[in-house]
């Protein structure tokens, strides 16, 4: 399994057991396009490849761009923070993995983790919101992550709500009006968040109530389409104590409120694809032709 993401590429093998084997990290940059993350990928695999016991049998990649659910293909929208392309990890995979590729978005795979293991455990129908550097959501109805005709489901960081002056904007815009992107990029800069919404100051209260009517738009459209039983909010600082209870006061006064859980699980995509790989690894090794025993 591997993950593709602002902060390099982690390649790790696990045992039928869910044992990590071996993992490997490569950097990569905010924008590395597909020629420098197909050959960070291929490297990181080639670093873990030989500590592996047999051969690679499938993979599980959990990519923080979106995915194209039909071909598996990191998708390129507008404004997006990390900046892939059109890559196809399947194919930068053939020759090493043997087996199956499966790709899907950071998101997604964090929801599942989840739902296995942390906040929404057991809960059939929740939505995951992901607030960190970029913006994301997973809705889980009926037990299944649901992701849309084009696999673009939960993509809300032009989803319109709240501003800090009361206006209307997209979501992704509310943080470059109050001064929290990177320069030069549409991330949003985690540290200087903390900084500018953590502590007792006046400032700080303002943009925590800036930051919960700004999400607490979000949750209210996600109440509104997917009728969750509970939100969940993760990302770096979307679990934030005192963010995530500005988010929750603010969400609990509107007309339609469920309960906002903060996620639990550490690096929740790489467990959730982690969990992935080791049921497909499973299923191979039980499908697999046995010799027969010898008179």
Aim: glycine share 10%.
């Amino acid at each position: 399994m591997a993950s593709i993401g602002p902060d390099g590429v982690v390649a790790e093998t696990v045992d039928a057991f869910g044992a990590a084997t071996a993992r490997a990290e490569v950097a990569l940059g905010r924008a590395p396009g597909p020629d420098a993350t197909a050959r960070a990928l291929t490297e990181a695999v080639a670093l873990v490849r030989p500590r592996a016991h047999g051969r690679l049998r499938t993979a599980v990649i959990s990519a923080a761009d979106p995915v194209d659910r039909a071909t598996g293909r990191l998708v390129h929208l507008p404004d997006a923070p990390f900046l892939v392309g059109d890559l196809d990890p399947a194919a930068v995979l053939a020759g090493p993995v043997d087996g199956t590729v499966l790709v899907d978005n950071d998101i997604n795979w964090a929801a599942r983790a989840e739902r296995a293991t942390g906040s929404a455990l057991g809960v059939d129908d929740f939505v995951y919101v992901h607030l960190g550097e970029g913006l994301g959501c997973a809705v889980v109805t009926d037990a299944e992550v649901r992701r849309g005709h084009h696999g673009l489901a939960g993509e809300i960081a032009h989803l319109c709500t709240e501003g800090p002056r009361g206006r209307a904007m997209p979501l992704t815009e509310v943080f470059a009006e109050l001064g929290l992107r990177r320069a030069g990029s549409t991330a949003i800069d985690v540290d200087a968040l903390r900084t500018a919404a953590l502590g007792d100051s006046a400032p700080a209260r303002r943009t925590r109530d800036a930051l919960a009517r700004a999400v607490g738009g979000v949750l209210a459209a996600a109440v509104a389409l997917a009728d969750p039983r509970l939100i969940v909010l993760g990302g770096a600082w979307g679990a934030e104590p005192a963010v995530a209870e500005a988010v929750r006061a603010h969400f609990a006064a509107l007309p339609r409120s469920v309960p906002v859980a903060a996620a639990r699980v550490p690096e929740p995509a790489l467990a959730g694809a982690r969990a992935r790989a080791v049921e497909v690894l499973r299923t191979a090794i039980i499908a697999a032709p046995r010799p027969e025993a010898s008179a």
